[in-house]
Every structure is written in C-alpha cells, then in structure tokens.
C-alpha cells in the first residue's frame, strides 16, 4: 500500500502563489508517476499536472505557464508550485500516484487539500 499526505493548501488572493507538497510512503516502488488533481464544486475531477519518476512533466492547458510540478526522489515528495493563482482555481487538490499504461492511471489518492483564490 501506499500513502499520499497533502500540505500547503489555504487561502489566498487572486495573483498571489501557493505551494502544495505530497508525501509518499510505503510501497512507492509500485508506482512510476505522480499526479495532481483538482475537483471545484459541481465539476468533475481534472487532472493538473503529472511527473514520471524520470522527471517528464504534463500540464492541463489551464494552468500552463502557471503551475510547476516537480519531484524530490530522495524525499518521496512531489510539489505544485502555483503562481499567478486565479478564482477558477479555487478547487480541492488531490494527489496521487500510479502508472503510465497508455495514459496516467492514478491507483493510490491523497485526503485532499483545499485551495481557495479570492478576487
């Protein structure tokens, strides 16, 4: 099994920055990818940012240019750096971890952590 811990979620105002963090521990040699959600109320889960265990890196359109995703392999802990912070990216942010199988597959899910922007 593994576990994923989230930090650094608050409350910020619009053009300000945010970094969130995730922990990882137990089994994280079952995994090759991390990833970043986001759900908002009344929307879907998205996917935000991901980061293979090499390094490479994705990004929604949305937040290109924004956010940066990295990775700290002798920490276990992957980050989202987010700046420029906007009202739409007022969601709950999730991490996760998984596998590449033709696309990001997450298997394991953190508790989440609130992110709110204001105007």
């Known amino acids: 099994q593994v576990q994923l811990v989230e930090s650094g979620g608050g409350l910020v105002q619009a053009g300000r920055s945010l970094r969130l963090s995730c922990a990882a521990t137990?089994?994280?040699?079952?995994?090759?990818?991390m990833g970043w959600y986001r759900q908002a109320p009344g929307n879907q889960r998205e996917l935000v940012a991901t980061?293979?265990?090499?390094?490479?890196?994705t990004y929604a359109d949305s937040v290109k240019g924004r956010f940066t995703i990295s990775k700290d392999n002798a920490k276990n802990t992957m980050y989202l750096e987010m700046n420029s912070l906007k009202p739409e990216d007022t969601a709950i942010y999730y991490c996760s971890a998984g596998v590449i199988i033709m696309s990001y597959n997450p298997r394991y899910w953190g508790q989440g952590t609130q992110v709110t922007v204001s105007s």
């Open positions: 137990g089994l994280i040699f079952s995994f090759n990818t």
């Open positions: 980061i293979t265990n090499a390094g490479t890196t």
